[in-house]
């Protein structure tokens, strides 16, 4: 089945009910629920939604071209993963690609508790792990060998190049940094500014796909192998 489009997702919204809320004054989490479907709601922003009869399908059309690498990866491969959401790319590798090495950094404690109790598997994936870490500071207190042949930078956030300096060290000849951009997020640059001047990548082969009805811009930057 194809993605939702962005009416069906604001549709979805509006017949969705509440299971749980969470947060505090500042961050407040939804979690809503209709007769197919199960939300995750970030101040307003819809964050993750599953399709409760196969939570494997991608249900918002930026996935389809952000996960479009995991094809390309060998049996076994390292995949890091920054942002948990209600871990709709996991569930998509958990069926489809079910070797690889799989590390998510979530640094919300409220969005990992939903997750386990609204979103996870009822099997434990052993080779599939979520750590409550900052990813700035996860990046930088973690050995530099430790790398990936996969980096998926899906937050919703500012992404600046500290962040990107960091997730291009990760990257191992070869592999690839996905970056879910979303424009309304970082007005003071545009991405396509940043990857180009950008030290760290402006030599990767870089590509930018939009998302038809979308804001998002994905930017896949592969490294060379030498």
């Given at each position: 089945m194809a993605p939702l489009t962005a009416q069906d997702?604001?549709?979805l919204l509006r017949s969705a009910t509440l299971l749980t809320l969470s947060g505090t004054s500042e961050v407040r989490l939804l979690v809503l629920q209709n007769q197919e479907y199960r939300l995750l709601v970030l101040n307003g922003a819809l964050q993750s939604v599953i399709d409760m009869g196969q939570p494997e399908r991608l249900i918002f059309p930026h996935q389809t071209h952000l996960l479009a690498p995991l094809k390309t990866l060998h049996d076994g491969a390292d995949v890091l993963e920054l942002g948990l959401g209600g871990g709709s790319a996991m569930a998509?590798?958990?069926a489809n690609f079910p070797t690889l090495q799989?590390?998510?950094l979530e640094n919300s404690a409220e969005v990992i508790s939903l997750y386990m109790d609204y979103f996870a598997p009822e099997i434990f994936v052993p080779h599939h792990q979520?750590?409550?870490?900052d990813a700035l500071q996860w990046l930088r207190e973690t050995p530099a060998e430790q790398q990936y042949d996969l980096v998926l930078c899906d937050l919703y956030d500012r992404v600046q190049?500290?962040?990107i300096d960091l997730c291009a060290a990760r990257v191992r000849p070869g592999g690839i940094l996905m970056v879910n951009w979303l424009p309304h997020l970082n007005a003071e640059g545009g991405g396509e500014q940043l990857f180009m001047t950008h030290p760290m990548?402006?030599?990767w082969q870089r590509q930018v796909t939009p998302v038809p009805g979308f804001r998002n811009l994905i930017y896949q930057l592969a490294k060379p192998i030498k």
């Open positions: 997702l604001e549709n998509y590798a958990r799989w590390t998510c979520i750590l409550f870490a190049q500290p962040l990548v402006r030599s």
